[in-house]
């Protein structure tokens, strides 16, 4: 088993989710004692603390490996593992988000397929995983890395 490729799930940008909860709270407390703001407006940013915090909560939990490329083939690992051989891939693109490893594959057969998780050291991995994808061969579709 050849090993290429490892990214590995972050555990401190989730927690990115949960400081703007507890602002959106903190917000939404000082308008509700302060009369300020509406009961639509205290449901509101309840909602927005509550998407939040699922989203915390969604990816603080998950460890281990997210994406790896191993033998040729791209591995994403979600709730149940994902393998495109490098051969069938039409295009890849990976895009930059803050923290964020978003890479979308187009199949030859025009199905398409996403991963998008937190990851440890992004900017490298984007980097050194489009690297990669282009020496074996695979067509990067976009690649909107800032050009620093």
């Given at each position: ?5 490892e ?31 509406s ?21 603080v ?11 040729d083939t ?7 593992e ?13 895009h ?44 990067m ?8």
């Amino acid at each position: 088993m050849n090993k290429e490729f490892e990214a590995y799930h972050s555990r401190l940008y989730p927690w990115l989710f949960m400081l703007l909860c507890a602002l959106i709270s903190g917000v939404n407390v000082y308008m509700s004692l302060s009369e300020r703001g509406s009961g639509y407006v205290t449901v509101i940013l309840g909602l927005m603390a509550a998407f939040l915090l699922y989203f915390f909560f969604t990816s603080v939990t998950k460890r281990g490996i997210a994406i790896e490329l191993t033998d040729d083939t791209l591995i994403f690992h979600k709730k149940s593992e994902e393998r495109f051989p490098l051969s069938e891939i039409a295009t890849a693109s990976l895009h930059e988000r803050i923290g964020s490893f978003d890479i979308y594959i187009e199949l030859k057969n025009g199905e398409r397929h996403s991963c998008s998780c937190f990851v440890k050291d992004d900017k490298v991995k984007k980097k050194e995983l489009a690297l990669l994808l282009r020496q074996k061969g695979v067509d990067m579709d976009n690649f909107d890395f800032n050009k620093n």
